[in-house]
């Protein structure tokens, strides 16, 4: 055998790994915010909601491709392998986020939670709407912790737009405050039950 | 190259006990009945292990470490020897009026001339004086028995065989991989092979018996005790996994599983009489010390007590009662709940309290850990979690004191936060003891996090230390939490999930929990309260 190094190739590959998990969750925030719990030992598992259905867990593959070089070249440095790293992180963030929403979008569908905006474009009123429908936790100080809206990014002109609306025209806010009003009681009324009764 | 380990293994062996399980266990193979093994003490009148060979004859065995043997450590331990060949075999199991036994010396290694004519010379008169021979197993005897009950049950593939050399040469000071150790046991008995006919089964089990003092000869030489008792749990509980698969009746492992016993029992030994000796229970370079101390004395507290407690479910009495109560009233205030892996130390401890008239105190230790789990592991706390109790000591330690692998490792990936492996377990302890308020007062905190639990597939493969099979399981506590609910769930008898050996052996579940702590499910907490109350 030639000589090889194999230690030192495999810590080379480990800290290539890092990076493509780095790479994914700043390519992929929305996924990379969602904690990892390992499962160590069996295959899926399951949760039971709160009205006490038990729902399975089926763990879902997900790869993309590394096109590595076919055969070994000796101007193939590090960067190169970085590179390719880093284009392998693109694909799969964009694999896995699309895997999120199609969860997501199966979950709202299950609840009949979804809203149609049938086409029109994204406005305040529909923002509300959407609030309207949706449940909401707030801090100590009754503050809301306002979800993530994820949009395409040609639409951003039009998104900061709406924000703006919604925080100065009068009847706007009046609204928003109604529905905020009305989820901070639902949640006081859910953090009442958490208590042990008889 | 196997004859060469097991050379290697009984010419390093410096006591017999290093190689009396085995020795046992290949008694056992070769058809005889274990009647006795000795303690050691002057009761043995010569005698360390009685048999009943398979043609009927009692056999008495003394077994020597000395290497090779000449004239002045023959005169040393004559006396013995004239025990083991003049004194009958007095148990009740071999009738008073028998002829006279089979004598056996064995030594881990060879007689010098002298020695060899010395017994030629006394056997040669010995029939004319009633008395019996003696027969001598040495070293090659003893190489040659080991291989041949290995059969074709050895490491075959040259990653196993790897593994095995690389278990047999460890550095006997760190802890038992357990995870290698366990994938070494299932190599030897082919685990995931095609079953073993009925007339391999026993060689199977034996030979990772046999197989296992190999490997756990480096901590028996460097004294760690933890890691001796954590390895021969290993072993009975493979058995157990490897038996309950297969079906097989008691009478094809029991001998077995008492020599794991034996060695679980004698490793406890060996930790009481080093632990309760001391005043200082500091080790090596004091700069580092101070960071593992707590964990260290976490793990003591939890081994001792866990063995007086194994004691008071096998109903036997304790003459190192007091002194543990001692060590455990000196030395609680070091407890550290490192992860969710320290909770049978915990459980251990204060079963321990409660059973020494220390209810109050018990109770408060599983509220404050329960306290710790919702505290570091609720979705808010900005401190990192309490890992998931798969996660070995050292890895934990490791991370908090920050000499991980930059990030690389598998514990610097996970989030603990928002589950917990042993909250439910520790609930339902404390409203078995009706502790309403204190629970109502943290159940806010308590349904912030799911109750995660593994649920191994099939139930044997609890006993394994990775299941291929099973699911994991997250369940939200109620929102409320009716206290009647609660207290009926907590007081079920319900030992569905605990596997069928495991209900006959409570007092081995707790040792198994200790070395298991990814095995902690409401089931097995509940069942242990319930026989340690009886």
Known sequence: ??????????????????????????????????????????????????????????????????????????????????????????????????????????????????????GQPLRAELILEMWERMQFDFDELGKPKMPTLVFN???????????????????????????????????????????LVD | MIERVVENWLTNTNERGGYEIAFSQLLAFQGHRILHKSSHGPMEQGKDIITIAPDGVPCAYQLKAERDINLSTW????????????????????????PNHRAYFVNNGFLKDTVRRAIHDRNRVAPKRGLPILNVIQLGDLVKDFVEVHGRFLPSEPRDFRRFLELYAIDGTVNLPAGEFSAFLLSILGFHDKAPKK?????????????????????????????????????AAHVLAFVSKAQLPKKSWGPTFDLCVEGIEEGFSRLLSEVLTRDDFS?????????????????????????????????EDSETREAIEHFVEAQKSHLLFWSESATPAFLSVVWFLERHNRQLEAEQVILSIAQAIVTLNGPASKAPGLADPYHSIEDVLRKYLSVGQDGLDDISQEDFKGH??????????????????????????????????????????????????GELHHRFPGKPESWKDLLKRARAEEISGVPELLRQKPEFVLLFLLVYPHRVRPNLVAFLDRALDK
């Open chain 1, 1 to 118: 055998m030639l000589p090889d190094f194999p230690k030192l190739r495999m810590e080379l590959n480990r800290k290539l790994q890092a990076d493509f998990k780095k790479q994914t969750n700043l390519r992929a925030p929305l996924v990379a915010e969602i904690g990892v719990v390992a499962q160590h030992e069996g295959k899926g598992g399951s949760y039971e909601t709160e009205d006490g259905m038990v729902k399975l867990i089926e763990p879902q593959h997900v790869s993309v491709p590394l096109e590595s070089p076919v055969v070994s070249s000796p101007s193939f440095g590090y960067d190169d392998a970085l590179r390719m790293v880093h284009e392998a992180a693109e694909k799969m963030a964009r694999e896995q986020t699309r895997m999120l929403f199609a969860k997501v979008h199966e979950a709202v569908e299950e609840v009949g939670n979804s809203l149609d905006a049938q």
């Open chain 1, 153 to 195: 990014p040609v639409q951003r002109s039009n998104v900061v737009e709406q924000f703006r609306r919604l925080k100065n025209e009068p009847q706007l806010r009046m609204r928003e405050e109604e529905i905020m009003n009305r989820k901070r009681l639902d949640w006081y009324d859910r953090e009442s039950r958490r208590k």
């Open chain 2, 283 to 315: 080790q090596g370079d004091p700069l580092t010390d101070g960071m593992v101390y707590r964990t260290r004395m976490t793990l003591l507290l939890g081994y001792l007590t866990a063995y007086e407690n194994y004691r008071h479910l096998k109903n």
């Open chain 2, 420 to 469: 917990s492996y042993s909250l439910q377990s520790l609930v339902e302890w404390l409203a078995r003891r009706l502790r309403r308020q204190s629970i109502a007062r943290l159940w806010k905190e308590i349904t912030r996090l799911c109750y995660s639990e593994f649920i191994p597939e099939p139930l044997w493969a609890t006993y394994l230390w990775y299941s291929d099979r």
């Open chain 2, 199 to 235: 007339s391999e089964v026993k060689r199977a089990i034996a030979s990772v018996l046999i197989f296992a003092n190999y490997v756990l000869a480096p901590y028996r030489q460097t004294q760690n005790s933890v890691s001796l008792i954590n390895g021969w749990v290993l072993v």
């Open chain 2, 75 to 98: 005169r040393k331990i004559k006396g013995e020897i004239d025990e083991l060949i003049e004194i009958p075999i007095q148990h009740p199991s071999v009738a008073n009026d028998f």
